[in-house]
């Protein structure tokens, strides 16, 4: 059975640092886009950092580019976001996902950390 389990969540104060944890277990993800997203209240869920699980390839939403810092451990099979200089609107439910590069229906998200970042 998958699991994936975020951590390390909390309130911080504006230009604060969080790191972020995503523990996955039940398979092995090589083969696997591995994603944060974001839901602000009152807000659509979006699109945070991305990281394919076997390396070579990151990404990042605009709003995050130069602050945050996706990577993982295989060892621990572990994903991290590293988030820096955090703003009032950086406040969300963050959440990972693991998503099968061959098969899009394979996917598989975690409850979600809240970060609330004050001004």
């Known amino acids: 059975q998958v699991q994936l389990v975020e951590s390390g969540g909390g309130l911080v104060q504006a230009g604060g640092s969080l790191t972020l944890s995503c523990a996955a277990s039940g398979r092995t993800f090589s083969n696997y886009l591995m994603r944060w997203f974001r839901q602000a209240p009152g807000k659509e869920r979006e699109f945070v950092a991305a990281?394919?699980?076997?390396?070579?390839?990151?990404n990042y939403a605009d709003s995050v580019k130069g602050r945050f810092t996706i990577s993982r451990d295989n060892a621990k099979n572990t994903l991290y976001l590293q988030m820096n200089s955090l703003k009032p609107e950086d406040t969300a439910v963050y959440y990972c996902?693991?998503?099968?590069?061959?098969?899009?229906?394979?996917?598989?998200w975690g409850q979600g950390t809240q970060v609330a970042v004050s001004s």
């Open positions: 996902e693991a998503r099968n590069l061959d098969v899009e229906t394979d996917d598989y």
């Open positions: 990281i394919r699980w076997s390396g070579g390839y990151t």
